[in-house]
Structure formats: structure tokens, C-alpha cells
């Protein structure tokens, strides 16, 4: 079934400690994206990629970075954890436009 | 500024119960307007969308209505069930670029009591 993934789904992690948030999509897209998400707080666009080795940033800054080696892998990372990167991060990806399908999230705690 | 608002911020109501979402947006150029549900905790899922042609859209006990004319929408919930419980995301895309930018609104909490 195809489908997008986000690994861990919940992680809780010392600052200063390196992370990489996975996300994995079955369908081909060329379009990923990652998405920052406060509680009650709309959607930011933090990074996207139109496809193999295209990556760019949103218009919220981030201190993330992401790789796009593989069409269906998008990988975010953060060197150094802070308190303040905790929040949830979405994965969506899209061969239309405005046609996203997300990945149900990570919520990250930094403590 | 392209801006999406929604209304109310929260809501609650008793099941079985219909209730009535509202979306306002001024992004322009516009290309079509998408309501999704999201759990707590998990990515939203999406219910319907509606290009600049469509008045109306269903989705089981969901209907989604646009004006495209006066940049409302709105997303009526028939029935509700206890599942409905969730955050309803009003999101618009435009067409000005090759990335078919999304404009997302804060959402509307629905919470459905038994």
C-alpha cells in the first residue's frame, strides 16, 4: 500500500545531541517537504525538495538540514538539539500541486 | 498578505449533532482549497479539495462548500460521530509558482461529546 513514513514517531532527547528524523514515501512523488507544527499553531514550511539532489529551504528558518539522495528517502537533521527545536515535524509529499499527502509526524522533546 | 482564517478557534458539540466550520482566505492567484482532519498527534488527512470551478464537495458526512467570488469556505459535518473529535485545517494553494505554495490556516478544534 503506498503510503509515507516517519520514524522515530516520538523522541525525547538530551540538548546538544544530534538527530535525524526519517521520512520514507512509497508512491514515487518528486515533491517532499517538511513541515514544523506548533500545538494549536498552523503548518510552517521549513524545507522541500523537488526531487533527487534538489533541496531547499521554507519560509520558516530552521537550523535543520535535509538530503535528498533517493526519490522516496528526505531525511531532516539537527546537529545540536535545543529545547527550542522541540515541536512536531511533518513529513508530506506530492506529485500535484496542492495534492499532499503527510506522514503522521515526530513529535520531538529537547530536554 | 496571503492570509487563511478560521473560525470558530474551537468548538464543541454533542454526537449526532451537525456543526459548520468556516474558512475566509485572500490568497490570490488561487488555485484550489483543501479541508483536512488531524488527530491529535498525527499528520493531517485530507477530505476534500475544490478548484475555482466547484461550489460543492462531499465526503461522506462531510461537505465542503466554496465561494470563490467572496473567498469563503465552509465545511459542514453531518451526524457527528465521536471519531469527528479532531482539528480541521482549512488550506489554500495558489498557482504563482512552480511550488504551488500551501497557505495553511490555524484550524478549528472540534471536540464531540457523547
Known amino acids: 500500500e503506498a503510503d509515507i513514513y516517519q520514524t522515530p514517531r516520538y523522541l525525547v532527547i538530551g540538548t546538544g545531541k544530534k538527530i535525524t528524523l526519517e521520512c520514507s514515501q512509497t508512491?514515487?512523488?518528486?515533491?517532499m517537504y517538511w513541515y514544523q507544527q506548533d500545538p494549536g499553531m498552523e503548518l510552517h514550511l521549513i524545507h522541500y525538495s523537488y526531487g533527487v539532489n534538489s533541496t531547499e529551504k521554507g519560509d520558516l528558518s530552521s537550523e535543520s538540514t535535509v538530503s535528498r539522495i533517493r526519490t522516496e528517502h528526505f531525511p531532516l537533521t539537527l546537529e545540536s538539539a535545543r529545547p527550542s527545536h522541540t515541536s512536531q515535524y511533518l513529513c508530506a509529499s506530492s506529485v500535484t500541486v496542492g495534492g499532499y499527502t503527510f506522514g503522521s509526524g515526530t513529535r520531538l522533546t529537547v530536554v | 498578505k496571503n492570509q487563511v482564517e478560521q473560525s470558530p478557534q474551537s468548538l464543541i458539540i454533542l454526537e449526532g449533532k451537525n456543526c459548520t466550520l468556516q474558512c475566509n482566505y485572500t490568497v490570490s492567484p488561487f488555485s484550489n482549497l483543501r479541508w483536512y482532519k488531524q488527530d491529535t498527534g498525527r499528520g493531517p488527512v485530507s477530505l476534500t479539495i475544490m478548484t475555482f470551478s466547484e461550489n460543492t464537495k462531499s465526503n461522506g458526512r462531510y461537505t465542503a462548500t466554496l465561494d470563490a467570488d467572496t473567498k469563503q469556505s465552509s465545511l459542514h459535518i453531518t451526524a457527528s460521530q465521536l471519531s469527528d473529535s479532531a482539528s480541521y485545517i482549512c488550506v489554500v494553494s495558489d498557482r504563482g509558482s512552480t511550488l504551488g505554495r500551501l497557505y495553511f490556516g490555524r484550524g478549528t478544534q472540534l471536540t464531540v461529546w457523547p
Open positions: 508512491m514515487g512523488h518528486d515533491k
